[in-house]
Every structure is written in C-alpha cells, then in structure tokens.
C-alpha cells in the first residue's frame, strides 16, 4: 500500500498571503488528521475530518480551515499568512477510531 | 484535560548501552499510547502503541514499552542502542472514547547515539 503522501514538500509564501496544502491519505483510510510542528511549540493538533466532516478541531484562529473530499483526500487552507505559521505540517490518516495514526513526510512552509 | 509529559529533552547513550526514554500521561482512564520516532526532515513513524492488551509492548527496530497504570507511565526502552537510533522520539496519548482520532503529544526527547 502506498503510504500517506502530502505536497508540496516545499513552500515559500510571504506575509499576507494564503497557501493549499495537499494530504492523500492510505487507501481505505476515511480519517485525515492535521498537525502542525514547530520548535517553540511542538507538535499541535489541527483539526481531524472524517467522512467529509470535521470531528474535531485545535485551538487555532479561524485563518486555518480545511476540508475533504468524498475520496477522503484532504486539504488545509491558511490564509493571511504570518511569519509565527511557518512551520512543519503534517497530516495523517488513520482507520475511523483506536488504531495507530500514519503520518506524511510533511509540508515545510516558510513565511517571509 | 488530557497531556503527556516526557522527561529529559535530550538524550545522550553511548553505541550498545540501554536506551530509556520516559513518558508519563495524565487521565483518569487509560489512554491509547503511542511512541513516535521522527528523523530529519521526515513525518513520524509509528515504533509501537499500547490499546489495552499486554502491558508490555514490543514495537519496531528492538523498541519496547511497557504501561504502568499505578505509575501512569509508559516508558520506551531498547536494550542496546545503535548509531541508527539516533532522532527525536514523541510520546502521544489518545482518547478511547472512539470520537476521535487527535493525538496529544509530549514535547520530544532527542537521541544521541555516541560511538
């Protein structure tokens, strides 16, 4: 099976401005999963879907959103960019409950 | 609220010696537990989970762990570390109430591996 894959790898954006990050997840997986990392902060929760529905959410501000598609493909979107959301995202996608989180490579976003 | 606590945010062992990474969770009922290996520039991968069978769990590449309720603790080991060992390991706890999948992750511990 061919694992979780994200693109881009690489984003450089500048303040203001919004990005579309892409997740597919591990075929058979409904559940895609969000999270950000950073060095002050660490690893964070985004926000999960499932089914094309959010299930849960982080305690982010409103600029991040994302959604998914009937092919439990995933996307987050951030708009506005800061300086402070630069960071590693990675998603991660995962049976509907209990089981173990497979993680992408990650999108490295850079905010200039 | 739930939270995961690893002490320790470096490591260093030296080539063959025992590996001891600490982790303990706060929650009322036993969470799902996860440890997480991230290498450079990469996602992280799964090195084992706990979900409420044996208290001892074997993982990947020699990694184990075992859950102490009593202690609320779920420490990964390896009885004889390898260079290839060396990244940042992330332990994470998870709720079992089937609503979600979010993981809550301890801050990292970094694994230095000296010859």
């Known amino acids: 099976k061919a694992g979780v894959t994200q693109t881009p790898r690489y984003l450089i954006k500048t303040r203001g401005q919004q990005v579309t990050l892409s997740c597919s997840p591990i075929?058979?997986?409904?559940?895609v999963s969000w999270y950000q990392q950073t060095p002050g902060q660490g690893l964070q929760f985004l926000f999960e879907?499932?089914?094309?529905?959010?299930?849960n959410k982080g305690n982010f501000p409103g600029r991040f959103s994302g959604r998914q598609f009937s092919n439990s493909r995933s996307e987050m979107n951030v708009s506005t960019l800061e300086l402070g959301d630069s960071a590693l995202y990675l998603c991660?996608?995962?049976?509907?409950?209990?089981?173990?989180?497979?993680f992408g490579p990650g999108t490295r976003l850079t905010v200039l | 609220a739930q939270s995961v606590t690893q002490l320790g945010s470096h490591v260093s062992v030296s080539e063959g010696a025992l590996v001891l990474l600490r982790c303990n969770y706060s929650?009322?009922?036993?969470?799902?537990l996860f440890w997480y290996v991230q290498y450079p520039n990469q996602g992280l991968q799964l090195l084992l989970k706990?979900?409420?069978?044996?208290?001892l769990v074997k993982g990947i590449n020699g990694f184990e762990a075992e859950f102490k309720k009593s202690e609320t603790s779920f420490h990964l080991t390896k009885p004889s570390a390898h260079m290839s060992d060396a990244a940042e390991y992330f332990c994470?706890?998870?709720?079992?109430?089937?609503?979600?999948?979010?993981?809550?992750f301890g801050t990292g511990t970094l694994l230095a591996v000296q010859p």
């Open positions: 706990y979900t409420s069978a044996a208290t």
């Open positions: 879907y499932f089914s094309e529905t959010q299930r």
């Open positions: 929650s009322s009922v036993p969470p799902y």
């Open positions: 075929s058979g997986h409904r559940s």
């Open positions: 991660a996608s995962s049976l509907p409950s209990g089981g173990e989180q497979f």
């Open positions: 994470a706890v998870s709720d079992r109430d089937g609503a979600t999948n979010k993981l809550i």
